[in-house]
């Protein structure tokens, strides 16, 4: 049976807060003997209701004592550095789920930007009809894709000196391509790939050029 | 599909026994707990004080009202004053207010976060489906040679200067087509927009286009002033940095400060007769 969200606020309904405060006092309790136990920390609870005659003390009154005399022992200032009640509590937890929040929009954002650059590549679509406040992202996203390149093909010709000259093949017929002009280049790039596949299986003396090989 | 990990496996009631685990398990299962009496609390409203001691000798603690109010109480040092009984009802009442706007907020913050990994769910999964992989660019860096990377370069360059192009007619829509540095007909400003005019128009002050700078989309890519940074333009190369400084440097150095520009000008500054500040004949 899927678990129904539980609204955060004050439960109205006598009857169901009661159920409530017995089950989650006795999760609280069991969590925290979980935590003392695993990590061999002292740990002290006191939890006070109207539905209880007097407050109820985990682990034991005595233990409770010694973890407050341990409390008192330390400076003013090491005491209160992590103490939190409601209101701090609930507005560091903001904040924290905010920034990560804040992150994951960020993320999305340049998968959405990679996407719509995929999408200009394969002729989709094309920059004019981005939008406007997209474009900044979008620009962004391509040059960070080109400077991974860049240090790709950096880190490859390093290594691979024997196959440069392939790559000046390669250069020469992309310039040789139709350089389309500057508004319309959306399907410049898959075209162009497309006519190289027909020049290059034209031209029986392929270079590095065998796109049809290579991927599948 | 490979697992990443075992999942959920049931562990025994130990100490346990490698000391970054026990850090971290203490960490995560200390703000479980925090979250569980804050939620008792709320849910509740009972009073609870949790105190815990790290590996490390900190204490943490979480306390509702506060901390220090129940330890009293449960060592019964200061009995409630009946006077004060109204104050702490009212202070109590307001605290709860507040309490309980906060939980409205982190409730809300919570399901913007849900949406946002399904969104990402949903890009990922769209990447995996889409195009049957029939573009090989799309391929991870790592996967394609050499000569496929030089061509895709050639590329992705090429897509570059037209979403500039793009990013600047956004630009000129809305900030009219002066050469507002007053330089010469064969200069504009940025260089790859042909249609500009050698208009100068000195009855509009500069500061009047501060003023529609900051309407416009750079206003949103307050991060990424991408637009006139690598051009290579039909008037030559512009060097790297002067486009942008010579444009608007105070942008360059805060852009937050869009707004708070116009308010500083002084009158003398807004004379339509003095000169553009960023000198003219600029490139």
């Known amino acids: 049976m899927t678990r129904q969200k539980v609204k955060m606020a004050f439960i109205e309904n006598e009857s169901s807060r009661k159920a409530t405060y017995k089950k989650r006092k006795r999760g609280i309790l069991k969590k925290a003997n979980e935590l003392a136990t695993l990590c061999g920390v002292p740990v002290g609870v006191i939890i006070d209701s109207p539905y209880d005659l007097t407050p109820e003390v985990w682990p034991s009154r005595e233990d409770m004592d010694n973890v407050l005399s341990q409390l008192q022992r330390l400076p003013v200032m090491d005491r209160t550095k992590k103490m939190l009640n409601q209101e701090s509590y609930l507005k560091q937890s903001i904040s924290k789920a905010s920034e990560t929040c804040k992150k994951l929009t960020k993320e999305n954002k340049e998968l959405e930007m990679k996407e719509v650059m995929f999408d200009c590549l394969s002729g989709k679509t094309s920059p004019s009809r981005i939008e406007k406040n997209d474009l900044g992202g979008c620009g962004n996203v391509i040059e960070q894709y080109l400077r991974n390149l860049n240090r790709r093909i950096e880190i490859l010709s390093k290594n691979d000196g024997a196959s440069s000259s392939s790559v000046h093949v390669v250069a020469s017929t992309s310039v040789a391509m139709p350089i389309v002009e500057l508004g319309s280049s959306s399907t410049a790039f898959c075209d162009m790939i497309r006519q190289q596949q027909i020049q290059s299986n034209m031209n029986q003396n392929v270079g590095g050029l065998d796109l049809n090989q290579q991927q599948w | ?283």
């Open chain 2, 1 to 283: 599909m490979v697992r990443k990990s075992k999942g959920r496996q049931k562990i025994e009631m130990v100490k346990m026994k490698n000391e970054n685990n026990l850090q971290v398990t203490f960490s995560k299962r200390r703000t479980g707990l925090f979250k569980k009496a804050s939620e008792l609390c709320t849910l509740c409203g009972a009073e609870i004080v949790v105190i815990v001691f790290s590996p490390g000798k900190k204490v943490f603690s979480f306390g509702h009202p506060n901390v220090d109010c129940v330890i009293d109480r449960f060592a019964n040092i200061n009995p409630p004053n009946p006077r004060q009984h109204t104050d702490i009802q009212l202070s109590e009442a307001r605290r709860n207010a507040i309490v309980q706007d906060l939980n409205n907020h982190l409730t809300q913050v919570t399901e913007e976060f849900e949406i946002e990994k399904k969104r990402t769910e949903d890009l990922k999964q769209k990447r995996k489906n889409s195009h049957m992989r029939e573009n090989w660019w799309e391929e991870p860096i790592e996967e394609l040679n050499l000569s496929q990377l030089t061509e895709f370069k050639c590329g992705l360059e090429k897509l570059r200067k037209t979403v500039t192009t793009e990013a600047c007619k956004n630009f000129q829509a809305i900030v009219p087509r002066h050469n507002f540095y007053g330089g010469s007909s064969n200069n504009s400003t940025f260089g790859i927009c042909d249609d500009h005019t050698d208009n100068i128009d000195t009855d509009l002050d500069l500061y009047n286009h501060q003023r529609m700078v900051a309407t416009n989309t750079f206003a949103c890519n307050q991060h990424n002033m991408m637009v006139p940074y690598h051009i290579t333009s039909p008037f030559g190369n512009i060097a790297n940095s002067n486009i942008i400084e010579g444009f608007a440097p105070e942008y360059n150095q805060n852009p937050n400060q869009f707004c708070f520009k116009q308010e500083q000008m002084s009158e003398c500054d807004q004379h339509s007769a003095h000169p553009p500040r960023f000198g003219h004949g600029y490139y």
